[in-house]
């Protein structure tokens, strides 16, 4: 299946999801915000923000903060944007394909996403490329034994959630390394979820 048929899958569920829990995580909002609230950083990209929940979040946090929210699916930011979380600006676009400067953030997280992308490498690029050297990478995302993982990955482009790919611990850390990020942290959560931290040197 071509990259965009992937693409249109994602933005056509999510554009009738937006506004239920699908994809849903306190267990990874909690992750992310301790560590936004440790590391403090003025200026956070939140990829893939759905419908806003975890920016505005934030913005009760680190009211000084200034966070930015992009998602494939205009319906989510539509209703992101309904929240009028007054920190925050929501943004349409694609992750492989950031509409941002070069060093334009101190801090990157992505929850319960980065599954959906179909070009991972890139979207890994475009990460470190708007990310500012010293800046933090705080992603959280499907975790699986391998056996599983293998097998729900042959049935994924059958669905028609956008899913492309469920990866191992392996790929990421390679993929982020490949993309020059130093990874500090990565473990799994629950059964289900891992953590991850990555800097950009």
């Not at 829990?21 to 609230?37: I, M, P, Q, W």
């Not at 600006?89 to 394909?97: A, P, R, T």
């Not at 890139?122 to 992603?139: D, I, N």
């Not at 191992?168 to 959560?189: C, P, T, V």
Request: proline fraction near 3%; charge should be positive; glycine fraction near 4%.
């Amino acid at each position: 299946m071509s990259i965009n048929k992937y693409k249109e899958k994602s933005k056509r569920f999510f554009n009738k999801s937006y506004n239920t829990k699908y994809g849903n995580s306190k267990t990874a909002d909690k992750f992310v915000l301790e560590f936004l609230l440790r590391d403090n950083p003025q200026n956070i990209l939140d990829l893939s923000c759905g419908d806003g929940r975890t920016a505005e979040q934030v913005s009760r946090l680190l009211p000084q903060s200034k966070i930015t929210g992009i998602d494939i699916s205009d319906k989510s930011i539509a209703h992101a944007k309904s929240r009028d979380v007054k920190s925050a600006n929501f943004v349409v676009g694609e992750v492989d394909d950031l509409p941002f400067e070069d060093d334009s953030f101190d801090c990157i997280y992505s929850i319960n996403s980065f599954h959906h992308y179909p070009e991972p490498e890139k979207s890994f690029a475009e990460m470190v490329r708007v990310l500012k050297t010293g800046g933090k990478l705080y992603l959280a995302d499907i975790y699986l034994w391998s056996v599983v993982r293998q097998i729900i990955n042959a049935f994924l482009p059958y669905g028609n959630k956008g899913d492309y790919k469920i990866h191992s611990k392996q790929e990421f850390l390679k993929m982020a390394h490949d993309a020059g990020l130093e990874n500090i942290e990565y473990k799994s959560i629950n059964y289900c979820i891992f953590k991850a931290v990555y800097i950009k040197k």
